[in-house]
């Protein structure tokens, strides 16, 4: 019997596909382009259900329906056509890749905490449900999660920057710091630890030291995959808006973000979410930069797989003057939610109010915007990203309350914001602008 690189058993294996598994598990700990083989290797590995289930995790990440659609069943058929020789380990992780492939975060979190419970060593399980939670964010649990299985991944520096992030997430930054830089410590080369301090320096406002923290770091992350490479910089580019340094913002943005991988729903988020932060910020963003992600915004503004992707394509439609694009797919995820009676439909009632008040704010109508935005406020984090991410939408409506005249409301939500802790310069900038 094949084992995988946690000595964990690979039902229907040869010498070949379990060494080319392990080889995958390596690149994709470390988010390296070579993980992109795993396509190839469940296509020569048919009777290999790990090998499925990992590739149909691969479209998964795609975040974008017609992708997951098309990519995913032919995978699932497979992993379950061998199962009759599969172990209940793989028998679980095909019931929650299938979950996960139709935005059922729920079934497939608690699919990946049943595998957690018996075999905390499977990282690569315990990878796939960090992003569930990410997309149906619950960061106590998430953080549970992760220090059910930290003993058992112990050995594992990229495991180190997982743990690393799931404390950051619950604002533990005493502990999200020690853990990362740990991790670091035992291989510096561990871009997802970085990643963790890029929050930890973001959310506690310490930018010079993040700058200079990050941009040593930098180096290091070129022989890894695009998508973690991009967004790494884009925390460093999140730390330069908060010093108010735009051109070296935008700088960051054409040298290391746009353009780079143009159909990754990864480079649509944080390309038009650093845009959206520069506008908010005072910069102006001509037309034709938003040009390239609007082929990918017109496909999948509509798709329901989380409200946090349809609200970055929502606003480039609207910054772009497609505000009938957006609106038509906007009705489409209204019925679709109002014709859905499962949990799954939660978010997305909480996602609407949010996508009207994105796309009215994108149209200059600030009044309506925050009107939109003002009963879900409190809830927007169900929609998905992480805090860092789904900050840009706490931004926006503090911005459209200024811009509405709601200086009072404003005032006290920067007071909020800021409790605590001196402004970093661009909340100086909303302040002198409320």
Known sequence: ?????????????????????????????????????????????????????????????????????????????????????????????TAAVAAWATADFATAA???????????????????????????PDFPRHLRFMQSVAEANADLPNFGGMLAF??????????????AEAAVAAEPDTPWAHHALGHLYLNTARIEEGLRTLEGFAPLWATHGQGIRSHNYWHIALLRLGRMDLDGTLALYRDWIAGRDPASAFEHTDAISLLWRLELSGHTVPQEDWAPMLPYARARAGDRVMPFMNAHYIHALGRAGEGAVAR??????????????????????????LLHGVLALAEGDAKAGVAAMEPVFGTIGCTGGSDAQNDLFAQAYLVGLVRAGRRDAAHSLLRRRTAGRAPTPQEQSWLQAA
């Not at 038509?328 to 609407?352: M, S």
């Open 110 to 136: 608690s699919a990946f905490e049943a595998i957690a419970a018996e075999w905390p060593q499977d990282v690569i399980a315990a990878k796939f449900a960090e992003f569930v939670f990410f997309q149906a």
């Open 166 to 179: 799931a404390h950051e997430l619950n604002r533990d930054f005493d502990a999200a710091e020690r853990i």
């Open 328 to 353: 038509e797919a906007l009705g489409r995820l209204a019925a679709r939610t109002q014709n859905a009676a499962d949990t799954a439909a939660e978010p997305w009632r909480t996602g609407l109010g």
């Open 1 to 93: 019997m094949q084992t995988d690189a946690r000595g964990l058993t690979l039902s229907g294996a040869d010498a070949t596909t379990a060494a080319a598994l392990r080889q995958f598990q390596q690149d994709f700990q470390a988010f390296r382009d070579e993980a992109a083989a795993i396509i190839g290797i469940a296509e020569a590995a048919p009777g290999c259900s790990v090998a499925q289930l990992y590739a149909a995790a691969m479209h998964v990440y795609s975040q974008s329906e017609a992708d997951i659609a098309a990519a995913v069943p032919p995978l699932l058929a497979r992993a379950r056509a061998a199962a009759g020789g599969a172990t209940e380990r793989e028998r679980l992780l």
